[in-house]
């Protein structure tokens, strides 16, 4: 009896494993799996700077592509800001905390200062970032201001 046990055991173990390793939903499986390709290798516009009650959103009616917009790999990200590119290194996990490295950028003087975000400040924004979440088809980065007042930066994924 004890090895019909084992052996009717061991292959419902395996099928259990292989469900969770496939994404199939399973009572066995850790409820917060997520998959980090959710926002990677995609073109990210940013739409809203949430700072306490106050939303900030950009205008994207004249040439949406061109400023605030970041993407991601598996390690690096790569964007616009208004008008510099940036670039660096990041890691993030599945409990959703994320790190991005010092970002490299190119140095261009503004010909005038876009939005009520400054470049420099969506910058600091994105270095300071420590949790990502993606709500209705949106990413969210949460960061903070130097003074250390919460800033949620909401991107759409562009429209190629």
């Given at each position: 009896?004890?090895?019909?046990?084992?052996?009717?055991?061991?292959?419902?173990?395996?099928l259990?494993?292989?469900?969770?390793?496939?994404?199939?939903?399973?009572?066995?499986?850790?409820?917060?799996?997520v998959?980090?390709?959710?926002?990677?290798?995609?073109?990210?516009?940013?739409d809203e700077?949430r700072?306490g009650?106050?939303?900030?959103?950009?205008?994207?009616?004249?040439?949406?592509?061109?400023t605030?917009?970041?993407m991601?790999?598996?390690?690096r990200?790569?964007?616009?800001?208004?008008?510099?590119?940036?670039?660096?290194?990041?890691?993030?996990?599945?409990?959703?905390?994320?790190?991005?490295?010092?970002?490299?950028?190119?140095?261009?003087?503004?010909?005038?200062?876009?939005?009520?975000?400054k470049?420099?400040?969506?910058?600091?924004?994105?270095e300071?970032?420590?949790?990502?979440?993606?709500?209705?088809?949106?990413?969210?980065?949460?960061?903070?201001?130097?003074?250390?007042?919460?800033?949620v930066?909401?991107?759409?994924?562009?429209?190629?």
């Amino acid at each position: 009896m004890k090895n019909i046990i084992n052996e009717t055991a061991f292959p419902s173990f395996v099928l259990g494993l292989f469900s969770c390793a496939s994404g199939i939903k399973s009572a066995d499986c850790p409820s917060d799996k997520v998959d980090l390709n959710e926002f990677q290798d995609k073109n990210w516009y940013l739409d809203e700077v949430r700072t306490g009650t106050t939303i900030i959103c950009v205008n994207r009616e004249n040439r949406p592509e061109l400023t605030y917009t970041i993407m991601f790999n598996s390690e690096r990200f790569a964007g616009t800001g208004a008008p510099n590119r940036f670039f660096g290194l990041y890691t993030a996990n599945k409990d959703h905390t994320i790190l991005f490295k010092k970002i490299g950028c190119t140095r261009m003087l503004p010909i005038f200062e876009m939005y009520d975000v400054k470049e420099h400040e969506y910058f600091s924004y994105i270095e300071r970032a420590t949790h990502w979440k993606i709500r209705k088809g949106k990413l969210e980065l949460y960061s903070s201001k130097e003074d250390g007042t919460h800033v949620v930066l909401v991107y759409t994924v562009g429209r190629e």
